[in-house]
């Protein structure tokens, strides 16, 4: 008898396994275009030409200062062992955040498993390969999405085991993966509310007790919350509001923008890296339409969550839940381009899958041949959304192709057209850049940036007071913009006008500390000045971020020059 228990064990963990393998390996076949890839976006910006990841202290920098564009310290820790493993090679990265988003889906179908949610390893696999998460698979940048998916993930399981046996051991180690998915990324703040949603789908119903556990877990995301908010407000936004609109119109445009992640979850067509922003006009009523559909239907889900509704408020709920920090309540950077980005539901799109799945499985165990049209079914979906991510991966295989892709599909996208131009310019192709800095003007006149690489091809050109218009009206739209301050301040120096020069290094270098190009070009102003004290610290800062050997050369000019002295 117990030899006979023991095989069916053993044959159950051979079968898990196998499905648990089939996932992996579904996951990988989807994603290999991606393993080509190169950096896309601000992956370099992140990662590849971040001095703080090249620092060697750059890890107690990440924890301990407010240097970094946004507190995620586990993730820049990721990332500052990779840049030591893969360096340039963006294919070390890329296999990392597939093999994440792998784990992840292996920890969905368990957490499905444990709350007895029918079609669970369907919904693990049409979430690893849902063309919708491409976005924050293939673009490198995005592995804070992954890596806090994996806490996130551990969290909930944690808890649901800890919701089964009452052991302190599994408390304490929810809190702690959860601790770890908000040092990942702070995008999971509404963990807490979710884990008394799936205590409620345990047990139908939630008690004082669950309440009271959640508060170390509620005071973790308050904390960490606030710290984003001020990391986005100080270290990324600094006075520019991503969304200048009222709050009349935000609250119209949480409806919106939560139907809108519904239709790309359901029909992912003519997904984008930038979407149409979208001008809500407050004083028609069809604007609120969105919000109070959305209203009534969790209203009378909620009215009848005893009944038929149970299943739909649990995933349909857990969904917009976790889409709340991107709904417009708090302001940050990406909302200058849009209100959506696929990135943002990685984490709430489970909801809605989980939820049609399971609804599926209901429907077809009824009837004589329900089981054979939901087997067809199931293959039809892992083949259709497989291609449609093994073809969306290949757009994020490098910058040029995702911005050609954008702008197909979202003409008036400013930022796809200044991005394109950045690359054309790098790859050589001036003419064709210029005209997309220019086309991106004429979208939106009151850009930074396009104005800036404006003024580095006439700099090239030879042009050098149109380039200098060029970084002064660059200014006049951002005064608190860095790379166009270092710009301008070298273009006065070539110039001549070293006097007026002087003002705008040193503006760069206040504005980002860790600028060493600004560093330098400060130094060889002051030391054409005879300031070689000043120019020697200077290049010691810029050395102590940045290794090159054109900083280190001057430095130990200037050092000998002083000694001489």
């Known amino acids: 008898m117990s030899s006979t228990i023991a095989k069916s ?112 390893w369907l919904s693990a696999v049409l979430f690893a390969i849902h063309p919708v998460n491409v976005a924050s ?39 702690a993966a959860f601790i770890l998915a908000l040092l990942s990324k702070s995008a999971v703040v509404m963990l807490p509310v979710a884990l008394l949603a799936c205590v409620w789908w345990m047990r139908r119903s939630v008690c004082l007790k669950d309440l009271v556990r959640t508060v170390p877990f509620l005071l973790a ?48 067509i003519n997904l984008t890296a930038i979407y149409p922003r979208w001008m809500i006009d407050t004083s028609s009523w069809l ?70 799945v399971a609804g599926g499985a209901s429907i077809y165990r009824t009837g004589k041949y329900g089981r054979y049209w939901g087997w067809a079914v199931c293959a039809g979906l892992i083949l259709a959304l497989g291609w449609a991510t093994w073809s969306r991966t290949h757009i994020y295989a490098n910058s040029e192709a995702l911005w050609r892709d954008t702008i197909e599909k ?47 091809i006439l700099v090239h050109a030879g042009r050098l007071q149109d380039a200098i218009g060029q970084y002064e009206q660059a200014l006049r739209v951002k005064i608190d913009y860095p790379e166009a301050q270092n710009n301008l301040g070298l273009a006065l120096m070539i110039a001549g006008r070293n006097d ?8 760069a270098v206040d504005l980002n500390p860790n600028y060493a190009e600004a560093r330098y070009n400060l130094a060889v102003l002051l030391a054409n000045q005879g300031k070689t004290d000043e120019a020697i610290s200077q290049l010691q800062s810029a050395v102590k971020v940045d290794h090159r050997q054109q900083f280190q050369s001057k430095l130990d000019e200037l050092i000998v020059l002083k000694s001489h002295h």
């Open 9 to 120: 064990f053993k044959t159950a963990d051979a079968c898990l396994t196998l499905w648990a393998g089939l996932i992996v390996v579904i996951t990988v076949l989807a994603y290999i275009p991606s393993l080509r890839g190169g950096f896309v976006w601000d992956d370099a910006i992140y990662i590849t030409n971040n001095p703080l990841v090249k620092a060697p202290d750059g890890l107690h920098r990440f924890w301990f200062s407010t240097e970094a564009s946004d507190y995620y310290p586990l993730t820049w820790t990721l990332w500052w062992a990779e840049w030591r493993l893969w360096g340039n090679s963006a294919t070390g990265y890329h296999v990392v955040s597939v093999l994440l988003h792998a784990i992840n889906a292996l920890l969905v179908w368990s957490i499905l498993r444990h709350l007895k949610i029918a079609g669970a």
């Open 137 to 175: 698979v293939g673009w490198i940048s995005e592995q804070k999405n992954t890596l806090s998916m994996l806490f996130a993930a551990l969290a909930i399981l944690a808890y649901l085991k800890f919701n089964q046996e009452e052991r302190p051991a599994w408390y304490g180690l929810s809190l």
């Open 221 to 268: 995301s308050l904390i960490f919350g606030l710290v984003t908010i001020w990391f986005q407000n100080n270290r990324v936004l600094r006075g520019h509001p991503g969304r200048s609109d009222s709050l009349l119109s935000r609250l119209a445009g949480a409806g919106w923008v939560s139907w809108f992640y519904a239709y790309k979850a359901a029909l992912p």
């Open 287 to 356: 604007s609120y339409v969105p919000i109070v559909i959305l209203a009534a239907s969790f209203t009378v889900l909620y009215l009848n969550r005893k009944g038929w509704s149970r299943p739909l408020l649990f995933g349909f709920g857990y969904f917009v839940l976790m889409l709340f920090p991107v709904l417009g309540a708090f302001d940050q950077s990406f909302y200058q381009y849009s209100l959506m980005a696929d990135h943002w539901q990685y984490y709430s799109i489970i909801g809605l899958i989980a939820l049609a």
């Open 410 to 456: 979202n003409p008036n996208a400013w930022a796809a057209h200044a991005n394109l131009g950045n690359v054309l310019l790098e790859s050589g192709k001036v003419a064709e850049a210029v005209r997309q800095y220019e086309q991106a003007l004429r979208i939106e006149p009151f850009l930074a940036e396009p104005h800036n690489n404006l003024g580095t």
């Open 500 to 507: 007026e020069a002087a003002p705008h290094l040193r503006a």
